[in-house]
């Protein structure tokens, strides 16, 4: 396994590699976990060469946000990858990625707005525009994505559309613990009491497709269900439960083709996403 600390390194990889072998690339932050690894053999499958890039963000973190704290476990995320045969690591610096000056963005308008992105200003903004480099620096035919960022996939689709990148986007579905729980870097954060009250995050949703199931096509009635459902725990503070087009994030009222619910709160002090598509597939 080749560990590229730098564009340039990165850059004289990709050159190495035969035209003919399909290239897929799985974009982290590290603290790599199942969901990560998922992702990491779904590439195998389907790609000759797999690069994994490991790099914290700092675009998509705001002021008051986890930067300085989010866990950086390279030693132990280096060893996993290992085990996985990926071929290339790519760790650059965040000098590397954007250089003393940089004044240059890539943002979706109209969708980096919704969900996240309202109560998180700007958070869309630096995924884009750190996805549109790390694709022009490693040049993948596919790149894979979980869909516990289902916002996040739905924005980096409409981008690599618009901007006729070369790059085909794989959504893979979401890891979860035993008892629901979607797996997550951030989990590391919950205290054992707060990791028993994040479960309420997948109880709400499948009280959404409990309504969904027996009938129910209204959005409103079944986000006040999910609502209920999470409300039945103090240490969850909601930030949002919505049910949206999967493709554009608008607000559905009537479900009656494909609808993401998603559900975003507060458990203690760390901040949770997750979601299910409806019908589930």
Do not use: W
């Not at 085909?168 to 613990?177: A, G, S, Y």
């Amino acid at each position: 396994m080749r560990i590229c600390e730098s564009i340039e390194e990165m850059r004289k990889a990709r050159v190495l590699i035969s035209q003919d072998r399909r290239v897929g690339f799985v974009p982290t932050m590290g603290a790599l976990h199942e969901g990560h690894l998922s992702l990491v053999r779904a590439a195998r499958k389907q790609c000759h060469t797999v690069v994994v890039s490991i790099f914290v963000n700092p675009l998509q973190f705001g002021p008051r946000e986890d930067l300085a704290k989010y866990p950086r476990t390279f030693n132990r995320d280096r060893e996993l990858l290992e085990r996985e045969q990926v071929d290339i690591v790519f760790a650059p610096s965040v000098d590397d990625m954007y250089p003393k000056g940089a004044l240059t963005y890539v943002t979706v308008e109209g969708m980096s707005e919704k969900l996240c992105g309202r109560s998180r200003p700007g958070h869309f903004r630096g995924v884009t525009t750190v996805v549109a480099k790390l694709f022009h620096i490693v040049e993948p035919e596919l790149a894979f994505f979980g869909q516990k960022d289902a916002a996040q996939c739905a924005i980096i689709r409409r981008m690599v559309r618009d901007l006729n990148l070369p790059v085909q986007i794989v959504v893979e579905p979401i890891v979860r613990e035993a008892d629901g729980l979607a797996m997550s870097s951030r989990n590391a954060y919950l205290s054992p009491q707060d990791r028993k009250s994040a479960r309420v995050l997948y109880h709400a949703l499948g009280e959404v497709r409990k309504g969904f199931d027996q009938g129910e096509r209204n959005a409103d009635a079944l986000v006040r269900a999910g609502k209920r459902a999470l409300a039945t725990e103090p240490a969850a503070r909601l930030d949002y439960l919505e049910i949206v087009d999967p493709d554009t994030l608008d607000p559905i009222s009537d479900i009656r083709s494909a609808a993401l619910v998603a559900v975003a709160a507060l458990v203690g002090e760390t901040r949770l996403i997750d979601n299910i598509l409806l019908p589930p597939a």
